[in-house]
């Protein structure tokens, strides 16, 4: 069995150095209310002022950026809920790589939307009754097509880790960094950047309580495999960590907390009215994480990384006014 080649820190150096020009490097944000609810200095990256409104841009465009010629005119192939759809789309059409992209049919309609406004070709799978890895893989095979997965994939993760670099660079210190968790990119990425950088700050990943598979995973040793958790978090409606997030994630993070749809909803509310900041659900998972361990959290920086704001406002405008 082949060994993975995981990515380092100097491959978030080198994806730094790649997506620059391309990527924002989004602002750090504060909130006097929110220091004072948590009691500690409270910074947020603020993610959700992405280009495409999320992090996942960072992995989409350093990946494509790695294409060998072949591969660019062929084109490549991905699967998303939304963001990573968006990203690559957007991506691939900045690189002038044609791209498929397979959303579940209920994926937020402004999700689908910009990724066909961004050039993709939006293929349509039902998320409970079909696998879209094997869907991906079938396009990828019978048309010559890159498959760049949403997470587990080197250059991707890389990507991502650029977010917790520019954190830790632009604020002075950082005791506890919240990370959103879906299928690891993001939280692997960030892993690499903190051990580099910030070797003592305590590194933790977040989940929807319905979908916890990477706490299972993190507390057991092993991928741990789930059927489609039904949650408002559509970024994280994951089935599994990946090969190669999982790895990273178990060696350097330092545990994987737990939420509930109710509480992101709160922190929905809380980015609403006291920073004026849309923040999807999944971007949400962090700031309602750190709310649980506000008394550990008591005197201490801490970092919290908005994944995104991508969501219907229709669906936004329920949320906060009705609730779940």
Known sequence: MAVLELPTYESVISASERIKGYAHRTPLMRSHALDKALGAEVLFKCENLQRTGSFKFRGAFNALSNLDEQHRRAGVVTYSSGNHAQAIALSASLLKIPATIIMPH???ASKVAATKNYGGNV?????YKED????????????????IPPYDNPEVIAGQGTAAKEFFEDADQIDYLFVSLGGGGLLAG????????APECKLYGVEPEAGN?????????AIVYIDTPRTIADGAQTQHLGEYTFPIIHSYVDDILTVKDEQLVDCMRLFASRMKLVVEPTGCLGLAASYDMRTLVQGKRIGVIISGGNIDLDRYGTLLVQGL
């Open 123 to 127: 293929v349509i799978y039902n998320r």
């Open 106 to 108: 209920d994926a937020p």
């Open 213 to 221: 598979d990477g706490q299972r995973s993190f507390r057991s040793g």
């Open 190 to 197: 960030s892993a690499l950047s903190a051990r580099a950088l």
């Open 132 to 147: 879209r890895e094997l869907i991906a893989r079938g396009l990828a095979e019978d048309h010559g097509l890159k498959l």
